[in-house]
């Protein structure tokens, strides 16, 4: 997230400070006591902007949503082919995670636990439709490219998002010294080396 400004609204700096916190004390629970001290303001203060610290998190989540998809929806209009596509929108979210570490631990539902269970499940739908987006562009290649994965769409769907979410998980556990996108490009190649295939190919498979 962009770092705080004089013009960012009091609902903006909540959600910041919301954030700094989930990098700087990773592994352990934020409170509200301890968020408002961080924004400066009385534990009611956060309360008239949020009527829960499950919508705080709710607000971060939203953030996440908005910036991947609508980035991907981007990355879409702007690439013909599967293979480009998928390699954008995996380096899209492990570089965001890159970005925002503290972001990560909602990400991979570290800073979840102990929560309301409502935003386990509003995370894991977040990451459900990012699958069914891969899932998507590797149907499309069939008709568009006369190309198919090696292995069934879903299957190889669920790999591809695995492999991105497991950097996110390493990034978390090394305390942030292990990038996401670090040898990314020299996996993408292994990985994708036999994602798509032509029918001559899988045949010779």
């Known amino acids: 997230m962009t770092q705080a400004n004089p013009k960012q609204s009091r609902r903006e700096q909540i959600l910041q400070a919301l954030a700094l916190m989930l990098e700087e004390d990773s592994g352990k629970r934020i409170t509200t006591a301890a968020l408002a001290r961080q924004v400066g ?3 009611a203060a956060l309360y008239r902007h949020f009527p829960s610290k ?3 998190f709710e607000g971060l989540i939203e953030f996440i949503e908005s910036t991947l998809f609508e980035r991907i929806a981007l990355i879409i209009q702007d690439n013909d082919t599967a293979h480009a596509r998928v390699h954008h ?3 899209l979210l492990l570089g965001f995670a890159e970005k925002n570490p503290g972001l990560c631990r909602l990400l991979n539902g570290d800073a979840l636990t102990g929560e309301t269970a409502r ?3 509003r995370m894991a739908q977040l990451f459900e439709r990012l699958e069914t987006q891969i899932k998507q562009v590797l149907r499309e290649a069939e008709p568009r490219e006369g190309l198919r994965p090696a292995i069934t769409v879903t299957a190889a769907a669920n790999l591809l998002l695995a492999c991105a979410e497991g950097r996110i ?3 978390v556990r090394s305390d942030y010294r292990k990038r996401p996108t670090e040898h990314w490009e020299d996996q993408w190649q292994l990985l994708s080396r036999d994602l798509l295939l032509s029918s001559q190919e899988r045949i010779a498979v």
Do not use: K, W
Request: aromatic share 6%; glycine share 6%; charged share 20%.
């Open 119 to 121: 935003l386990r499940t």
């Open 41 to 43: 303001v009385s534990e």
């Open 89 to 91: 929108i995996l380096s």
């Open 54 to 56: 499950a919508r705080m």
């Open 169 to 171: 998980g390493q990034y």
